[in-house]
């Protein structure tokens, strides 16, 4: 009975974000010690600490979150999440806003999910990452006019035997292949 009433005054936002993330529930207990904040190596590139994201959450502020650059400026270390006092799982909960800001069209502020497409189409189609195909089709087709201010870095990598100009594939690719599909096809069943 003490959850249903509790439950009952949750935000809409806080019961998305609770049943899109394993172990979400957990959110409801911050209690907004700073832990998440202080620990994170990136903290200060954030627009809001994830303590302050959990109270909006909490307070129903949904298009604030999913435009704020804070789950894209995660860089997954999972100190915040190792560090908080009531296990909230807070890496996990940056992944659950970065899918709700890509699905509902508020990730316009951010490079991250073009890059990350980029990263994941030849992680589909080679098993692996490929740095200047990254680099070169993510930035021809999102920043054109930084290629120029890269190409020195570029050709001082590639000089050292850091950057390969073609992509090598990973034996037995179809494998993975049929692995990240099957993925894709259980996601959409969710």
């Known amino acids: 009975m003490v959850a249903e009433s509790h439950a009952a005054h949750l935000s809409q936002f806080m019961k998305d974000v609770m049943a899109d993330t394993p172990g979400g529930q957990k959110v409801v207990h911050c209690l907004q010690c700073g832990s998440c904040g202080g620990s994170c190596p990136n903290g200060a590139e954030m627009d809001f600490t994830p303590r302050a994201v959990f109270a909006m959450i909490a307070a129903d502020r949904r298009e604030a979150v999913l435009k704020a650059n804070t789950m894209w400026q995660c860089v997954s270390c999972y100190l915040c999440t190792v560090r908080c006092p009531q296990e909230i799982p807070i890496t996990e909960i940056m992944y659950t806003l970065k899918r709700m800001a890509i699905r509902e069209g508020k990730a316009g502020g951010s490079d991250a999910p073009a890059l990350a497409r980029t990263f994941t189409d030849f992680v589909d ?51 993975l292949q049929a692995i990240i599909n099957k993925a894709k096809e259980l996601s959409k069943e969710d």
């Not at 990452?129 to 050709?155: C, H, V, W």
Request: glycine share 12%.
């Open 125 to 175: 189609r080679y098993g692996r990452s490929f740095e200047f195909g990254i680099a070169t089709r993510y930035l021809l087709f999102n920043k054109p006019l930084s290629m120029l201010k890269m190409g020195g870095a570029g050709m001082s990598m590639f000089a050292k035997g850091r950057l390969a100009l073609t992509p090598t594939k990973i034996r037995q690719v179809k494998q």
